[in-house]
């Protein structure tokens, strides 16, 4: 029987439970010094954890004054806690890049040491975009499902009327080649419609079929694809980290996903490639301690689509992602749609963020 666990022992214990949490988090003395700091501040400010103790938090900050006031009035007891918004630099050095973060502090039991946790103002926001925009695809996947099977039943019927016409037609012979090209119009706009409607079906009809997915070999077979439609003109870069691992999915709907997206890219790099300096990249990346869909996970896979296309126009940015909206003429609006939906169905995320000369495309996937 193992005996119970010392004072030293339950401390350390509570210390690595921080290194769980995916919020910076830090005990200080009163002064600001660093006693210890997890694993997500090692991971959000790129630099080694021993880097960060004995250091003076409040100097990490842009300006240290805030956080210094607000520490010294909590180990005073003139306040429990304290927040505010400040700038943290991700390395030492005035010209680091800074990142907005929100900063909590709370006290302690021990009122010689302060507990600071710093929540990224980008993360929540994206956090709270993730979650508005699944509730939104959810909401919208259900609509086209639904609208999608109630027009489907008529478009039958009219089909199957147009064809009865057409041969009920035979018998006219003065009349047979003009009505006969109207019915074959009726008949071809019914195929098309079923043709829209068959995509709206698409993701809802096979089940997935879950296998190793290795997602260069997915970026290589959609790489040769867009080669071979575009020889001249384009040049794909590829950016690959290869030390990504393999993991549990279907490989022919994150294929089409990926396909969609550098589809919907070429599209719109069509005036570059006529003018030969067409770009389309692909990127990977690991991420560390990821929240998507309110579950979070200590490893993802990171793959950035890249163009530097014109950018997506700025009156449809925001509904991208939603069925039957596009900003080409011609186009169906449901390629990334579908993208959209194969991704969330490896309990992913996909992004867009586009400016002109700049369009990436996130897609965010958990690994195991």
Request: aromatic share 4%; net charge negative.
């Amino acid at each position: 029987m193992r005996a119970p666990a010392g004072p030293a022992e339950s401390s350390a214990d509570a210390l690595s439970a921080f290194d769980l949490l995916a919020t910076m988090v830090a005990l200080v003395q009163p002064d600001g010094l660093c006693l210890h700091a997890n694993a997500s501040f090692e991971i959000t400010l790129g630099v080694a954890r021993r880097s960060l103790l004995s250091t003076s938090l409040p100097d990490w900050l842009a300006d240290p004054q805030p956080l210094r006031e607000t520490l010294e009035a909590v180990a005073a007891n003139r306040i429990a806690s304290g927040r505010f918004d400040g700038l943290i630099r991700r390395a030492a050095g005035s010209h680091a890049e800074l990142l907005p973060v929100h900063v909590i502090v709370n006290q302690t039991e021990d009122l010689s040491r302060i507990l600071v946790e710093m929540i990224e103002i980008e993360q929540q926001t994206r956090q709270d975009r993730e979650e508005r925009n699944l509730g939104q695809a959810q909401a919208n996947k259900e609509l086209v499902r639904n609208l999608a099977h109630e027009i489907k039943n008529p478009l039958g019927g009219i089909r199957g009327a147009a064809q009865l016409l057409g041969m009920e037609l035979e018998g006219w012979p003065d009349k047979r080649r003009e009505l006969t090209e109207y019915t074959q119009v009726i008949i071809a706009e019914a195929d098309r419609l079923q043709l829209l409607v068959d995509r709206l079906l698409a993701p809802h009809r096979r089940a997935p079929v879950v296998a190793d997915v290795n997602i260069h070999e997915v970026c290589e077979r959609v790489r040769a694809l867009v080669v071979a439609e575009h020889p001249r003109g384009l040049l794909v870069r590829r950016d690959y980290d290869t030390s990504i691992p393999e993991f549990r999915g279907d490989r022919e709907q994150l294929i089409q996903a990926v396909l969609n997206i550098a589809h919907n890219a070429v599209q719109a790099l069509g005036e570059r490639i006529l003018a030969g300096d067409a770009e389309l990249t692909f990127r990977t990346r690991i991420a560390r301690q990821v929240t998507l869909g309110k579950q979070r996970w200590r490893l993802a896979l990171e793959l950035h689509i890249e163009d530097n296309g014109p950018g997506v126009p700025e009156a449809i940015r925001e509904r991208i992602f939603f069925p039957l909206v596009t900003g080409r003429e011609g186009g169906s609006g449901l390629g990334l749609t579908l993208a959209q939906t194969f991704v969330q169905q490896h309990q992913g995320t996909i992004e867009c963020d586009s400016v002109p000369g700049r369009t990436v495309f996130a897609v965010l996937l958990p690994l195991p």
